[in-house]
Every structure is written in C-alpha cells, then in structure tokens.
C-alpha cells in the first residue's frame, strides 16, 4: 500500500483577523508557546506521515521556510506549494496533486488545533480505511460550519455548507483523510455560488460513492479553529492550561519526531540548545531524560 502524504493549507489572507495578519500569515501566528502550525504539523506526524505538503501564499512562504525548513530537523520531507489565491479548500488537491502522485492524503487546515487522548488511535484507524474519512465534532455553532445530516439509518447523509438551520449539531473538522483519487475528483468541482471550490463538494462526491466513513469525536476531544480573535485567544489558554497542569507540551514535532524514533537523542540535544531559554526546550530536556 502506497504511504500517506500529508497536506497542511496555510494559504488565504486571514482578513477576519485583521489588522494583526495584515504583515503576517495566520498560520504563523503564536498559539501560547509555538507557532500555529505546528499544531497541525503534529496532528500529521501522530498519524505517522513523514512525506508532507505546505501549502502558502507567495509573499508568505520565506517566512514559513524560515521557520521549518526541510523538515529534517525533525526526520520529515517539507514540500512547499504555492496557493496563487484562495479560491476554496478543495483547491488544494489540485494544488498538490504532483506531490500526492496518486498516493493517499491527509490534509489539514493550518489554523486547527485537535487534541485527545486517544487520537492517535483514531488517526490510525483513518489511515487504514479505504476511501474517505472525516471526523465530526459537536459544536454550539454549526451554522458557522460544514454541517453532517444523518439519516433515519444514523448514518450521514448529507454535508450542508453553512447552512442557515443546521440539520444537526456535528461539524466537519479541518481534517480530512482521502484516497488517491482526490485530485481527480477536486478537478470535477465546480466553484459554488460564493465563488469557491468548496470541500464539501468534494466529499458528497465520496458519500454518494458510499466511499465516505465518519467518525465522531466524543467529549473526550477537543477541536479548536482560530478563524477569530476570541478564538484565538481561546485555543491560546487551552493550551497554557493543559501544558502548566500536566507539564507536558502540547503540538510538540520535536517530541514527536523523538518519541516516533524519527531523530535520535543527539539531534534532540541540537533542539534543546536551540530553545534553551525557555519552557519549550526545558520540556524536551526532560524529556530526554
């Protein structure tokens, strides 16, 4: 079986979070301690994906390159795409279509946070299903969302964009797992009335093949999007939170890529020098102890 490739789509312009990404990407915006994106990233590397995709805007990209590099660092692949201009999310498969060569993907929005204790496993189980897989989360505002509508069956039956009265209360995470024939079905998409190739589009193209598994994420998880300023210092505390109680770090490609085997203990100790400083090379170090 051909290895999964992930995507990470860091591209648009950020405007509802003007004025703070007038100069800088959303996606390099600090979550508490790191930069946004390696929330994302790590959601990737907990699924076991060493191949990924960045996709930017152009006048963005140097500075994520600065930040990330090859991906060495922490025994990954960097690929670095250009998003000319945002023109909705099922782009990004035609974007990354030479990169995925008609391998599997995993793709995730840059400003999404996912946390759980057995998401990992979850991860896993997309990754061994063949076809499509998304994950609903329960929200007190699906209006703002793709929306699942289940049948009388319990099964979904629909995905509604946005819709005015939600048909249930279960959003479409930014993460969606697809198989090889992605890019060919995101070349059949056609822009919506808001002028977007929208996703949703493409996963109904899934749910009518019967190719579309949904799996709901329990209380247990957490789901977080940073699209607006109370958001953003939301996920912001949920993480401080979580790291200064348990004193453990959250969305870590550092501790990941340690933890995997995928960088040895003497490239760990190049990182903690790197952030000897402060709180997120303390937690390394105790980690390699």
């Known amino acids: 079986m051909t290895a999964r490739k992930g995507i990470i789509l860091a591209g648009g312009s950020g405007s509802r979070l003007y004025p703070i990404t007038l100069g800088l990407s959303k ?6 301690d790191k930069p946004m994106i390696y929330y994302p990233l790590s959601v990737l590397m907990l699924a076991g994906i060493r191949e990924i ?14 930040l990330m590099g090859d991906g060495s660092a922490w025994g990954i692949a960097l690929t670095w795409l250009v998003q000319p201009a945002p023109e909705g999310l099922a782009q990004a498969y035609r974007i990354a279509e030479d ?27 997309a990754d061994a299903h063949d076809g499509g897989t998304v994950f609903g989360y329960h929200v007190a505002d ?17 995905i509604v964009e946005k819709p005015a009265v939600p048909p249930s ?40 093949d019967g190719r579309l598994d949904v799996q709901l994420m329990g209380r247990g998880y957490a789901w977080l999007d940073t699209g607006t300023h109370g958001s953003l210092l939301d996920a912001g505390n949920f993480v401080r939170t979580l790291q200064d109680r348990q004193g453990l770090q959250t969305g870590s490609p550092d501790e990941i890529a340690f933890t995997q085997g995928w960088i040895d203990a003497g490239q760990l100790r190049a990182r903690i020098e790197i952030f000897r400083k402060t709180d997120y090379g303390r937690a390394l170090q105790d980690l390699l102890r």
Not at 99 to 104: K, Q
Not at 142 to 158: K, T, W
Not at 174 to 195: C, I, K, M, N, Q
């Open 169 to 208: 209360p279960y959003a479409v995470t930014g993460l969606y797992f697809l198989d090889g024939t992605a890019p060919a079905r995101a070349r059949d998409v056609r822009p919506s009335a808001r002028g977007e190739l929208e996703i949703t589009s493409l996963l109904e193209m899934y749910l009518r």
């Open 142 to 158: 699906p209006e703002r969302y793709g929306v699942l509508d289940f049948g009388a069956d319990g099964r979904a039956a629909a």
């Open 53 to 66: 995709a960045i996709i930017t805007t152009p006048q963005d990209q140097p500075q994520f390159q600065r």
């Open 99 to 125: 990169f995925l060569d008609g391998a599997p993907s995993a793709m995730i929005l840059g400003d999404n946070l996912f946390f759980g204790h057995g998401l990992p496993d979850l991860l896993r189980a």
């Open 27 to 32: 996606q390099l915006l600090p979550l508490y």
